[in-house]
Nanobody, 119 residues
Framework: QVQLVESGGGLVQAGGSLRLSCAASGRTFSSYVVGWFRQAPGKEREFVARISRSGASTLYADSVKGRFTISRDNAKNTGYLQMNRLKPEDTAVYYC????????????WGQGTQVTVSS
C-alpha cells in the first residue's frame, strides 16, 4: 500500500501559479503511476494529468494542456503538479492518486487540497 498526502493548495488570482505536492509513504513510490484529479463543487471528479512510473511519459486533460506540468521525484517519494496561468474554472479540490497495476485503476488517493482562483 501507499499513503498519499497533498499540499500546496491555496487562494491565487487568475493568471497566477501554484505548485501542488503529493508526498507518498509506504511501498516504493516508483512502483506507481501517479495521477492528479480535481473536483469542483457540484461537478464530477475529472482527470487532470498522469505520469508514468519513471516520469518519462505524461498525459494531460485538454483543459490544462500547456498550463499545467506534472512531474515526480522518485528519490523524494513525491509527485508534483505545477499550475500556471490559472483560471477561475480551475477552482476545485485537487487529489493525487496512485495506480500500482498500470491499468488506470487508482487504488490509492490522498485527502485533497483546495485550490481557489479568484477573478
Amino acid at each position: 500500500q501507499v499513503q498519499l498526502v497533498e499540499s500546496g493548495g491555496g487562494l491565487v488570482q487568475a493568471g497566477g501559479s501554484l505548485r501542488l505536492s503529493c508526498a507518498a509513504s509506504g511501498r516504493t513510490f516508483s512502483s506507481y503511476v501517479v495521477g492528479w484529479f480535481r473536483q469542483a463543487p457540484g461537478k464530477e471528479r475529472e482527470f487532470v494529468a498522469r505520469i508514468s512510473r519513471s516520469g518519462a511519459s505524461t498525459l494531460y486533460a485538454d483543459s490544462v494542456k500547456g498550463r499545467f506540468t506534472i512531474s515526480r521525484d522518485n528519490a523524494k517519494n513525491t509527485g508534483y503538479l505545477q499550475m500556471n496561468r490559472l483560471k477561475p474554472e480551475d477552482t476545485a479540490v485537487y487529489y493525487c492518486a496512485a495506480d500500482g497495476t498500470g491499468t488506470l485503476r487508482y487504488a490509492y488517493w490522498g485527502q485533497g487540497t483546495q485550490v481557489t482562483v479568484s477573478s
